[in-house]
């Protein structure tokens, strides 16, 4: 590949550099001949390359116009690739058939939307390996009470089982970033851990609980659009003191509002 195509600062780009690295990602997510794998920002790739040894069928979902040409020239006598030029936030994954791997560097800008993207799809996905920031993976493996504990915790809590796989050292990307890196496993959930009769409703609440991390949950969930009666009466036959704060809730109780809400507006 042409290495000429710097790393453009407005993208987020700090591409690996270790190979050895590559292939440990690869390993963890178990790709093997059968597979098919959904590959996001490859940039120069490094992954990209260990993949199509391993996989079946690799489309890898390139942003920059510059690596996505490049990597098309370099793949051009493989019919197992394809380079796709897409923003992975609007990507339809949805016309891609199911049973699929994702394994990727995600652009750490973006990696918390692309990741709730992705847990929508759940269906759809066998297992994600991810490279993110460090701080990412704290969140994701959070547990009540603690700093990181957040939205993004309960989100995918609820939607997926989370293992850490490894750190990766800063030395290993071009450029250098400024923050820590490692790589997490993420397996969704065929039957998520808890039974809700809304599930939109409780991602709902889980985000509103969180928008205003100072306030209590009654004052958060109010500004974040819910009635201020219906707050009251779902936090009561929930069994939830208003006065508590989102931080403190087990994904369990946020599961007992949700139905609270449903319960109160059901005839």
Do not use: W
């Amino acid at each position: 590949m042409n290495t000429d195509a710097r790393p453009r600062k407005s993208l987020g780009q700090c591409f690996l550099t270790d190979p050895r690295i590559a292939s440990r990602i690869v390993s963890l997510g178990d790709v093997g001949p059968s597979d098919r794998v959904v590959e996001i920002g490859p940039g120069r790739g490094i992954l990209t390359r260990v993949l199509v040894e391993r996989a079946a069928e690799v489309t890898a979902i390139e942003l920059d116009p510059r690596l996505s040409a490049a990597l098309r020239e370099e793949f051009a006598g493989t019919d197992r690739v394809r380079i796709e030029r897409a923003d992975a936030l609007t990507y339809p994954f949805e016309d891609l058939a199911p049973g699929f791997k994702v394994i990727a560097n995600l652009p750490y800008y973006i990696s918390t939307p692309i990741l709730f993207r992705l847990l929508g799809l759940r269906d759809r996905i066998t297992v994600m390996v991810l490279m993110l920031q460090r701080e990412v993976v704290d969140r994701l493996l959070a547990r009540p009470g603690t700093k990181a504990y957040g939205a993004l915790s309960l989100s995918v809590a609820y939607a997926a089982e989370v293992r850490k796989g490894f750190a990766v050292a800063a030395g290993s990307f071009f450029p250098r970033p400024a923050v820590e890196s490692a790589v997490v496993v993420i397996t969704p959930r065929v039957v998520p851990p808890i039974t809700v009769r809304d599930e939109a409703l409780l991602i709902r609440l889980i985000r509103g609980a969180f928008s205003h991390r100072r306030k209590v949950l009654a004052n958060a969930l109010t500004d974040e659009g819910f009635e201020k009666a219906a707050v009251a009466v779902a936090l009561q036959r929930a069994e939830i003191d208003p006065a508590r704060r989102g931080e403190t809730m087990s994904l369990e109780e946020f599961g007992r509002l949700a139905d609270a809400f449903v319960a109160r507006r059901s005839p």
